[in-house]
């Protein structure tokens, strides 16, 4: 039993002496105070680091003391924090950065299969007693007379 003990004590030596430090908190939009979600929270220097949750919280863990925070999301500042207590819950607050887009220009180099033009030509291919038999030459639309006096639909 005695072996079976030390052999326990012999294998968790190391995980013991491996100690971890963790820094825990909330980051939060510095205008409006509601929490970020998916924001990155890094161990400055390093890359260990993690996201905030749905409430904006996270848990950082580290080998070694963290004294700094490096925090960042996309239309945010990204900002540094020091940490001076590691057991004390952080409230960072991310300032809002407005992200520029570039302009879009549409330019149509000619009709689209959607669009359509009725030409001198067309309009003189039909009888020429009613404009009906000229668009019904045009695909996807179907023009209908309702009186032979007029009352067209398409």
Same mark, same amino acid.
């Given at each position: #039993? $005695?072996?079976?003990?030390?052999?326990?004590?012999? @294998? #968790?030596?190391?995980?013991? @002496?491996?100690?971890?430090?963790?820094?825990? /908190? %909330?980051?939060?939009?510095?205008?409006?105070g509601a929490p970020i979600f998916g924001a990155?929270?890094?161990?400055?220097? %390093?890359?260990?680091?993690?996201?905030?949750?749905?409430?904006?919280? !996270?848990?950082? #863990?580290?080998?070694?003391?963290?004294?700094?925070?490096?925090?960042?999301?996309?239309?945010y500042t990204t900002d540094t924090v020091s940490?001076?207590?590691?057991?004390?819950?952080?409230?960072?607050?991310?300032?809002?950065?407005?992200?520029?887009?570039?302009?879009?220009?549409?330019?149509?180099?000619?009709?689209?299969?959607?669009?359509?033009?009725? %030409?001198? $030509?067309?309009?003189?291919?039909?009888? /020429?007693?009613?404009?009906?038999?000229?668009?019904?030459?045009?695909?996807?639309?179907? #023009?209908?007379?309702?009186?032979? !006096? /007029? /009352?067209?639909?398409?």
């Amino acid at each position: #039993m $005695k072996r079976l003990l030390s052999a326990i004590l012999v @294998l #968790m030596c190391p995980a013991i @002496l491996h100690a971890q430090a963790s820094v825990h /908190g %909330t980051v939060i939009d510095q205008q409006t105070g509601a929490p970020i979600f998916g924001a990155s929270v890094i161990v400055t220097g %390093t890359t260990i680091g993690t996201t905030t949750s749905d409430a904006g919280t !996270f848990t950082v #863990m580290a080998t070694s003391p963290i004294t700094s925070l490096t925090v960042s999301s996309l239309g945010y500042t990204t900002d540094t924090v020091s940490v001076t207590n590691e057991s004390e819950a952080l409230r960072i607050r991310l300032v809002p950065s407005p992200v520029e887009l570039p302009g879009v220009q549409v330019l149509g180099n000619r009709p689209t299969p959607s669009t359509a033009v009725l %030409t001198e $030509k067309d309009l003189r291919r039909a009888s /020429g007693l009613n404009l009906e038999s000229s668009v019904n030459t045009v695909p996807g639309i179907y #023009m209908q007379s309702r009186t032979p !006096f /007029g /009352g067209s639909r398409i």
